[in-house]
């Protein structure tokens, strides 16, 4: 049925419980106060050494793509740490992205990515995308993902393709859980991840 035929329904439903006599009129809820975080309430914590200790979490590098939505120049990418498995069923993936990330807009209009786990020979790769008014295609091989049609890079050790499920604010990020529609590794499976560490990769 899908959220809004799921929607639809429901709205139905309550307006036929409504209209019967033994329905029974519900109070709306007080709606919450929506403010920013004041400055005497953040934690004391400096923003250096906020990033030097989750430093020490290493992580897997994706590079999350997606193809060129109308009026697009081309097909839009970055370089993401920030991505994880989230539900088995149904399945979904979550990466975070900056709220000012000029790539996330290109991304939403299309309504579709392609996470590409990264091989561990792919460091120069994942440079390419991590900076912005570049054309980060340039000379790097890809062909269409089956689903969405997203860029799947040449060599990567794993391909997920997934159509934007939900998108929820995370302070300076926004998180994006995707759905997934299809998935792959390399040929031979047998591919070493390219690893983040304390500002390096390994």
């Known amino acids: 049925m899908g959220q809004a035929g799921a929607a639809a329904a429901a709205v139905r439903y309550l307006r036929s419980a409504g209209s019967a006599p033994a329905a029974q009129p519900v109070e709306a809820l007080p709606r919450p106060e929506l403010r920013c975080v004041g400055d005497d309430e953040r934690a004391p914590l400096d923003q250096g050494e906020f990033r030097r200790v989750l430093g020490s979490f290493a992580t897997g590098v994706t590079v999350i793509t997606a193809p060129a939505a109308a009026g697009e120049p081309g097909p839009a990418g970055f370089a993401c740490q920030s991505f994880s498995s989230l539900s088995l069923d149904?399945?979904?993936?979550?990466f975070m992205v900056g709220r000012t990330s000029t790539t996330w807009p290109r991304i939403a209009r299309?309504?579709?990515?392609?996470?590409?786990?990264?091989?561990?020979?792919?460091?120069?790769?994942?440079?390419?995308?991590?900076i912005s008014g570049t054309d980060k295609f340039a000379n790097v091989p890809y062909d269409a993902s089956p689903a969405s049609g997203s860029p799947r890079l040449s060599g990567a050790a794993a391909w997920i393709d997934c159509t934007i499920h939900a998108v929820h604010t995370g302070g300076d990020h926004l998180i994006v859980v995707g759905r997934v529609d299809a998935l792959g590794t390399a040929d031979d499976g047998g591919e070493a991840p390219l690893l983040f560490h304390r500002g390096r990769f390994l």
């Open 110 to 130: 299309a309504g579709v990515f392609c996470v590409n786990v990264l091989g561990a020979h792919q460091g120069e790769l994942c440079r390419g995308f991590a």
């Open 90 to 94: 149904p399945p979904l993936v979550a």
